[in-house]
């Protein structure tokens, strides 16, 4: 552990997923931010009142207290590849030049933000661009960027759950930031069945939902790990889907899919034994949060909270490996020679655009 914990400055906080992760690995949430009344409800049961409920907008930067690290996930439904996608051209896509703003005012050591696949491919690549040249021109020395692609399910999550990490370091720290290497692939993934067993013991955020008979119906046609598509064209319960997501079961021998925040039509993911959808402490499984934490708010709005939150025990791996920063135990590297922007992300980006990037 630490001799003196980092402090930490949590964005788009949501119930605390990432936060949790990185509480885990030993860092100190000394404050937190959002705007959704529930989440914040939960974030206080969970960690304390140090979120403050409100509009980033509102936010004077300056005035909070001085911190190493800045993390968040700033809104991500405009990048998002499951619904239409607006990107930065929006202003919940434009959300993200807070984060900017608060990094830029704070300087810590280094920022975490995270985001859906989709953001590298918003806007046609314009987007992510756009947001790796505002964090590289931050302060007097700009912040290097490290873009990767996590699969959750790589770092013990019960669910094929990918997203972007970008982490920033400060440009005068020698530091280095390489992604977590997996410990976990095809062959040992923690799988759903693994993931749900007893869950039926755990008493909070474990109700069921009522269904329609016509729903029990249309799972019961549907095999462990299939949707919709299952259901033979011939049959009277036949329905037309637009995305995957739509009457998907839990395979018992697999990591679940990714499990979305919102959406009716039967998007609510569905039980792999029984004919029908899981509890929000199944949800919560699948995100592999301890059964001790407890969510605030009816079904939906905990669903909502789940959904959109990092897994903790991804969040904990990139918390270990920045641990190595505020630990001061890395090999120093010649700021000079760092790249400025590195990561599974750079085949987004042309060798042009590539080049004026490096530019702080």
Not at 30 to 46: G, I, K, M, P
Not at 256 to 274: D, L, M, P, R
Request: hydrophobic share 35%; aromatic share 12%; glycine share 10%.
């Amino acid at each position: 552990m630490f001799t003196n914990k980092p402090k930490v400055i949590s964005l788009f906080s949501g119930c605390g997923g990432l936060d949790l992760g990185f509480k885990q690995m030993g860092f100190d949430i000394v404050w937190a931010n959002d705007s959704f009344h529930e989440a914040c409800e939960t974030y206080r049961l969970n960690f304390g009142n140090h979120i403050y409920e409100g509009d980033i907008a509102d936010v004077d930067f300056n005035s909070l207290t001085e911190c190493d690290l800045i993390t968040g996930g700033f809104p991500c439904q405009d990048f998002s590849m499951i619904w239409k996608r607006g990107g930065i051209e929006t202003d919940r896509g434009n959300l993200y030049k807070y984060f900017v703003k608060a990094v830029s005012e704070k300087l810590p050591k280094a920022f975490v933000a995270e985001n859906v696949k989709g953001l590298l491919t918003a806007n046609k690549g314009q987007a992510i661009k756009q947001i790796v040249k505002d964090f590289q021109n931050v302060g007097d020395f700009g912040y290097r960027i490290y873009i990767d692609l996590y699969n959750f399910a790589e770092y013990g999550v019960p669910q094929l759950r990918e997203r972007v990490i970008m982490v920033g370091v400060r440009g005068d720290i020698p530091f280095e930031f390489k992604k977590p290497i997996p410990s976990f692939n095809e062959t040992n993934y923690v799988t759903s069945g693994e993931a749900l067993k007893n869950v039926e013991k755990v008493l909070h955020n474990n109700e069921k939902i009522n269904i329609a008979e016509r729903t029990k119906t249309i799972i019961g046609l549907i095999p462990e790990g299939g949707n919709f598509t299952s259901i033979p064209k011939d049959s009277p319960f036949y329905v037309k889907g637009m995305i995957s997501h739509v009457y998907r079961r839990l395979h018992r021998n697999r990591p679940s899919k990714t499990i979305i925040a919102g959406g009716g039509g039967g998007t609510w993911g569905y039980h792999f034994e029984e004919p029908r959808p899981l509890t929000n402490r199944e949800r919560a499984r699948l995100f592999a949060y301890p059964d001790d934490f407890i969510f605030v708010g009816n079904i939906a709005d905990v669903r909502r909270q789940i959904g959109n939150s990092v897994p903790p025990l991804g969040a904990r791996a990139v918390a270990e490996e920045l641990k190595k920063l505020f630990d001061e135990d890395y090999e120093k590297v010649e700021v000079s020679s760092l790249k400025q922007l590195s990561g599974d992300a750079l085949k987004f980006f042309d060798k042009e655009n590539i080049s004026q990037l490096s530019l702080v």
